[in-house]
């Protein structure tokens, strides 16, 4: 019998959800995928601000911090089949401009992205209009997003907020299988906040964060989507309601 709120991960045998057919679209700072937890398999593009104050799109998505990385291998681990490209909009710094997340979210729209993870975060104002409607362009457009909180953030932070985005906060004390559902909660999902482990590196000098938890919620948001291919953001929260909540 299948253990409650665990979400996929890992290998798994034929027959069994694995993301097939689900194209994930990761908005961070690109993938390498000749990482070992990644396996290839990867496509992508960068999004930037040009010296004109326009915003471009170049085929450069070679991930120089690895945070993008270790999203996309939490993904893969839960989402093994699951198609990933990478949308690279940060940097050594790990920040970006609103106006560099609306191109990568306005190109998700038409670059057949099925889930959006959103590993990043803002305080939540209302001066951004623009990022919520479109948000929810891509809701309408079947489209999923997954955002996490900023960390230490105590109040509302875009676009995990956000009515037509599914937010994630991370919680140390589930273990890294598990996935919470509270539709009433400051953030619909609450998963672990760790990545991947790796050989040689002590589990306290790697990244960690709600990042990681929206990349486990991604990776269950595909499975579920191999599964319910038509569902859209209402049936697909009903979905992880009777599942994990």
Known sequence: MRRRRAIPWGARPPGVPAGR???????????????????GKVDGAEI????????????????????GTAIAAVIRHVAPEADLFAL???????????????????YA???GARVVNLSLGMEATPAAPSLLGLCRDAARAGI????????????????????AVIGVKGDGRLGE????YRPHG?????????PRSLPGLPRERNF?????????VSGAVACLLEESPGADLDVLRTLLRERYG
């Open 21 to 39: 057919r689900v194209r994930v679209i990761v908005v961070d700072s690109g993938i390498n995928p000749r990482h070992s937890h990644v396996g």
């Open 48 to 67: 930037y601000c040009g010296e004109d104050g326009a915003i471009h799109r170049g085929p450069d998505y070679e991930d120089t911090t690895g945070h």
């Open 88 to 106: 690279k909009i940060f940097n050594s710094a790990l920040v970006t401009t609103p106006d560099v997340l609306e191109g990568a979210l306005a």
């Open 109 to 111: 729209l038409q670059a």
């Open 144 to 163: 999923i997003l997954v955002a996490s909180a900023s960390n230490g953030a105590n109040g509302a932070s875009a676009p995990a907020s956000y009515d």
């Open 177 to 180: 299988d598990t996935l919470m």
């Open 186 to 194: 400051p953030c619909e999902c609450l998963a672990s906040p760790w």
């Open 208 to 216: 960690r964060g709600n990042s990681f938890a929206a990349a486990r």
